[in-house]
């Protein structure tokens, strides 16, 4: 009998068996298409800004996501380098044969690991706790625990034009029953949508006419481990262009044969605010003179170009039109066409913190059937879903992370306190105190939590001390380092381009000089590692706002620690307006902190809870 | 929430009238049980009903009793409104009685919590009532309804989104840093707009400065040596404005003498117990005492007597008010001038005999504090300075962004000032929540609304 089963063996599902296999409980991988293990069924790339973020974070718990990029990245950007150090993000086009190749290796050679090529029909569920599920062919597997990373597969139908089909991506073979029996068991089901654009065959297009977009000339990696996997000199580059008037005259012309604009009239799904169709930016931008698309790679091995930005439901035959209207592409050959695909996914207000479902115990759900879209986003659900789905088995408490700890923990929070109308991507903006929330720091921030679940090992940790050790030294030696006001102290720093002293100044303060970068003074401290210095370079820059984010941190997180009693009755707090009783109903915050951020509970609300808690609870308990 | 409240909603004074104001979902139910008149239970909804209030068989007063039901109240709960006749004690009899038969009495401000706990108002709005009990002339109550009618919350709510935009540019910037076609919001472009949101948050500071005059009045201190005719010349005035002298404390919690309206605006006249009984300030309580009140007040009227030269004492307060708003009275000028007034500024010459010099005096007040310039109708501010501390925080932020613009910060640590800025903003509009925040604003209401 297994322990856990994971059922979907995309980004959520690789990163959740991979977590509990390794956490040591035998784990069993279904998947509809073992072909298709760790598929990049859209573009051909992981991370951007704030998901490369995740992909870091995903490495310092001791996920795979960052490890397998490393190895089948061919081109590799650091976003936002000049717009601080809170905002820069990895972002790499990974090739779409090598990912999955890596990523179904290491499957493979994990101990406790098993994949089965099979549909899952039905959960098996006894007073409302999981214990296993019935196949397709109705087989009936056993386990204790179940986590649920069907991706699109749930009902999906591919949208072309004015043609609906019952299908998978890629014309895979979807999920028909589980969503039913999802929703029988308690579930609400949500219809969500999403698309992907045409893949041009890169030897017919006219690159003369492209503009080059090349990767960054510093090497870079995800993971912690710090493995230069690819040629840093001879990356494979991306391709710029734009839409061109005639582009946008053919899709207005056809805008009704579009299967979002009337093309097919049951269209239920709600797509992405933050990645719309071609034919919706037209529409919605009409002011705008052209859009921006890129000519991506997907992999080294075969010709397909991913034509980014210009995802759409047109009918093939005006896709033609479309595509042959940009410059470059006039005589381009499309390989495979732009579809819409529409899937259920539940309500992720349905979730616990933990990922585990309020609804069934020990069912855990990961990705996009909770509303998300993005690999980053799957990956990191799966592995807190693995993660907490081995600790529900060893009795222990589940990793939570807060809003200040982690990208993944903002997304968690999200989406079970706020829910989600649309796709839920990860921003930036999402998080109060990304400053806090940095690409060089995520080791700092993660890896005793990996540690302590057993997903980083005593190898990796013991790195992990030493460069923590590195970075005290490092800012010791800053602070006791000074200049003195000498003639050959102020040579040095005319030579630094920046003010000379009367007093003598401390390294440290002299870092804080807007104009002074810390590899200016490396010559001095040559024996630390550039990672060292980058991140004490920005927490001694930035100091004063880094400890006032901890600050304010500290606050909230006060409140999230106030508790709310899970037995509380809302229907007894007088004067809770209605919208924010149903909520409050639907989430059950388990803290005051919680509370406040589900939209539509308004501060008033808020204080009638803490009233309530504070005078009546007790007291209607008796 | 769910018991009923209740407490004197007018100032403990003798005016004509003094309500009882009670509300909760017994608040009927229990006024009915002291009122003999109509029964108050089955009186058609928002009625006015005469009557009498008794205790037991004792009548306590004659009384004219609102009738509100939810939800269209002040509370949005159930109000009876007892209009009593009497004086002060019996409208306290009349609260005692209601709070014996099962009203609980009314925290400060526990009106307005209600009203605003059940959603009939919010923050700004429940500020500018604060502001409505407590107006004094007719501008402040011009003022307190216009920040009711929301229009200061629209002021602040167009500054928030001006900021909201660039934080959103710059969000869309860092987050889809390959859209080359969207305009990348640098520090270049910034500055000027934050410049310019300073402006309008200054603005609406200086309104609210003013508003605070509006609200407040101006704490003034009439000094002067014996028989220089400081009585005769606040009594005038007094007179001419027909003021209500009281011994109600004023905002310095000194007590004042006297208040007048100028334009609306009302002086608020200082001082220990009576100038107008012993006019001997400066040699009954001294130079030190003078000079303690000359600090306290925001202005000073300084009498001097036309018909004598300038004492050793006078030059020594004429010294220390000259950092301060003062003006400077030479009374007596229907008699021989042997004063030496070269040196002196800001001069009204009067002659309280004559009437003389009246006018004048307003006309400098005026011009001192651009009273003219007070326009209640154009006008935004926030009148608590709860909100004034919140715009200079936030303006303080602004400050702080265009600093570091400045120091060549990027731009993601030049947004945390902006969003700090913008966040202040929603504290001042209640959007977002701060634990204590109601605590403490709700205390600083008045008893009884």
Same mark, same amino acid.
């Given at each position: 009998m297994y322990e856990v089963i994971v059922i979907g063996g995309g980004h959520a599902g690789c990163e959740a068996a991979l977590a509990t296999a390794r956490m040591n409980h035998k784990t069993l991988l279904i998947t509809?298409?073992?072909?298709?293990?760790?598929?990049?069924?859209?573009?051909?790339s992981i991370g951007g800004s704030a998901k490369g973020i995740i992909v870091r974070e995903i490495d310092a718990l001791g996920g795979e996501m960052g490890k397998c990029a490393d190895r089948s990245l061919i081109q590799m950007k650091m976003l936002n380098s000049s717009k601080g150090p809170a905002v820069r993000s990895l972002r790499a086009q990974a090739d779409k044969i090598t990912y999955p190749k890596v990523m179904l290796e290491t499957l493979k050679s994990t101990d406790n690991l098993e994949i089965l090529e099979a549909m899952v029909k039905e959960l098996i569920v006894e007073n409302k706790s999981v214990k296993g599920i019935i196949l397709e062919d109705d087989r009936i597997i056993y386990s204790k625990v179940v986590i649920i990373t069907t991706g699109t597969y749930l009902k999906s139908d591919i949208l072309v034009g004015s043609t609906r089909t019952?299908?998978?991506?890629?014309g895979e073979k979807t999920s028909n029953y589980l969503s039913d029996n999802l929703k029988i068991l308690g579930f609400t089901i949500k219809r969500l949508k999403t698309g992907t654009p045409p893949r041009i &065959?890169?030897?017919?297009? &006219?690159? =003369?006419k492209t503009r080059v977009e090349n990767g960054d000339s510093n090497p870079y990696t995800f =993971?912690?481990?710090?493995d230069i996997y690819y040629d840093v000199d001879n990356q494979i580059p991306c391709h710029l262009i734009y839409t061109t008037p005639t582009t946008h005259q053919i899709i207005n012309d056809n805008l009704n044969k579009s299967s979002m604009y009337g093309?097919?009239?049951d269209i239920k799904g709600v797509g992405p605010r933050y990645c719309p169709s071609i034919e919706d930016k037209i529409v919605r931008?009409?002011?705008?003179?052209r859009h921006q698309l890129f000519l991506e790679?997907? =992999?080294?091995?075969?010709?397909d170009i991913y034509l980014q930005g210009f995802s759409t439901s047109m009918p093939v035959d005006v896709q033609e039109k479309m595509v042959h209207s940009l410059p470059g592409l006039e005589n381009a050959k499309i390989l495979k066409y732009a579809y819409a695909i529409e899937y259920d996914a539940i309500?992720?207000?349905?979730?616990k913190l933990s990922l585990e479902t309020k609804v069934i115990e020990n069912l855990f759900t990961a990705g996009q059937i909770n509303g998300t879209s993005g690999y980053e986003e799957a990956a990191c659900q799966g592995l807190i879903a693995g993660i907490n789905a081995a600790l529900k088995l060893e009795n222990k408490e589940p990793l939570v992370l807060k809003r200040s700890e982690a990208y993944i923990g903002v997304l968690i929070d999200d989406l079970i306190t706020?829910?989600?109308? &649309?796709?839920y991507r990860m921003l930036?903006?999402?998080?109060?105190y990304r400053l806090l929330l940095r690409n060089d720091n995520a080791d700092m921030r993660l890896t005793e939590y990996g540690h302590n679940v057993g997903l980083i090992n005593n190898d990796r940790y013991n790195k992990f001390l030493l460069k923590k050790e590195a970075i005290k030294n490092l800012i010791k030696e800053l602070k006791t380092n000074k200049i003195n006001p000498t003639e050959m102290g102020n040579n040095f720093l005319r030579d630094l381009n920046t003010a000379e002293i009367k007093d003598s100044i401390t390294l440290y303060d002299l870092l804080?000089?807007?104009?002074?970068?810390?590899y200016s003074l490396k010559n001095m401290f040559g024996k630390y590692s550039n990672d060292v210095l980058e991140q004490v370079e920005i927490s001694v820059k930035y100091e004063g706002y880094i400890k006032k984010a901890l600050k304010d941190a500290e606050k909230f997180n006060e409140l999230d620690s106030k508790k709310i009693p899970? &037995?509380?009755?809302?229907?007894?707090?007088?004067?809770?307006a209605s919208e924010a009783r149903q909520k409050l109903e639907i989430?059950?915050?388990?803290?005051i902190g919680q509370a406040m951020r589900?939209?539509?509970?308004n501060p008033v609300d808020i204080s009638l809870i803490m009233i309530y808690i504070k005078k009546e609870y007790f007291y209607d308990r008796k | 929430m769910n018991d009923t409240i209740a407490a004197?909603?007018?100032?403990?004074?003798?005016?004509a009238i003094s309500i009882i104001r009670v509300s909760g979902q017994d608040s009927i139910k229990i006024a009915n049980k002291i009122?003999?008149?109509?029964d108050l239970e089955k009186v058609n909804d928002h009625t006015i009903n005469y009557g009498h209030i008794y205790d037991k068989k004792e009548l306590i007063d004659e009384v004219m009793v609102s009738v509100m039901k939810e939800p269209n109240t002040y509370t949005r709960e159930d109000i009876v409104e007892i209009n009593a006749h009497g004086s002060i004690a019996s409208a306290k009899k009349i609260l005692e009685l209601l709070l014996k038969n099962g009203c609980r009495l009314a925290n400060p401000g526990e009106f307005t919590e209600r009203a605003f706990l059940n959603g009939r108002i919010d923050l700004v709005e429940a500020e500018g009532i604060m502001d409505i009990i407590e107006s004094k002339t007719e501008k402040s109550l011009s003022l307190a309804i216009n920040q009711l009618n929301g229009n200061t919350s629209n002021k602040i709510k167009n500054i928030r989104k001006k900021i909201s935009d660039i934080e959103t540019n710059i969000e869309v910037n860092i987050d889809f840093?390959?859209?080359?076609?969207?305009?990348?919001?640098n520090n270049d472009i910034i500055k000027p707009k934050l410049i310019e949101i300073r402006k309008d948050l200054n603005k609406l500071l200086l309104n609210s400065k003013d508003s605070q005059i509006i609200k407040n009045g101006i704490d003034t201190v009439i000094i002067g040596k014996p028989n220089v005719g400081k009585s005769s010349i606040l009594n005038k005035l007094l007179d001419e404005e027909k003021a209500i002298v009281t011994d109600i404390p004023g905002t310095t919690r000194d007590i004042v003498e006297g208040t007048l309206d100028i334009n609306g605006i009302r002086l608020?006249?200082?001082?220990?117990?009576?100038i107008r009984k012993t006019d001997d300030i400066v040699e009954s309580i001294g130079v030190k005492k003078s000079i303690s009140l000359i600090e306290k007040a925001s202005l000073i009227i300084m009498v001097l007597n036309n018909n004598t030269e300038i004492t050793k004492e006078e030059l020594e307060i004429l010294n220390k008010i000259k950092n301060k708003n003062y003006i400077i009275i030479i009374n007596k000028i229907d008699l021989k001038k042997n004063i030496n007034?070269?040196?002196?500024?800001?001069v009204i010459y009067m002659s309280t005999l004559e009437n003389k010099g009246f006018d004048e005096l307003k006309e400098a007040i005026i011009k001192m504090y651009e009273l003219d310039k007070i326009?209640?109708?154009d006008f935004s501010y926030l009148s608590s300075s709860r909100s004034i501390s919140l715009i200079e925080k936030a303006i303080d932020s602004i400050d702080k962004s265009i600093n570091l613009i400045d120091e060549l910060m990027p731009i993601d640590i030049v947004e945390i000032e902006i969003n700090k800025a913008s966040e202040l903003l929603g504290d001042i509009l209640g959007i977002n929540y701060k634990e204590d925040l109601f605590d403490q604003l709700f205390s600083n209401f008045c008893l009884g609304k």
């Open positions: 509809g298409n073992i072909k298709n293990i760790a598929d990049m069924p859209c573009n051909p019952r299908k998978g991506p890629h &065959d890169r030897n017919t297009i &006219d690159f =003369s =993971s912690y481990d710090n093309g097919l009239n931008f009409s002011d705008k003179e790679p997907e =992999s080294i091995y075969y010709d309500d992720s207000k349905q979730l706020k829910g989600i109308m &649309d796709p930036t903006s999402r998080a109060e804080k000089r807007p104009e002074i970068k810390i899970s &037995d509380i009755d809302y229907s007894k707090i007088k004067n809770l989430v059950r915050p388990t803290s589900i939209s539509g509970v | 004197i909603s007018t100032p403990l004074a003798t005016g009122f003999i008149g109509k840093p390959e859209y080359d076609d969207i305009e990348v919001l608020n006249l200082i001082d220990t117990a009576g007034d070269n040196n002196l500024k800001n326009n209640t109708n």
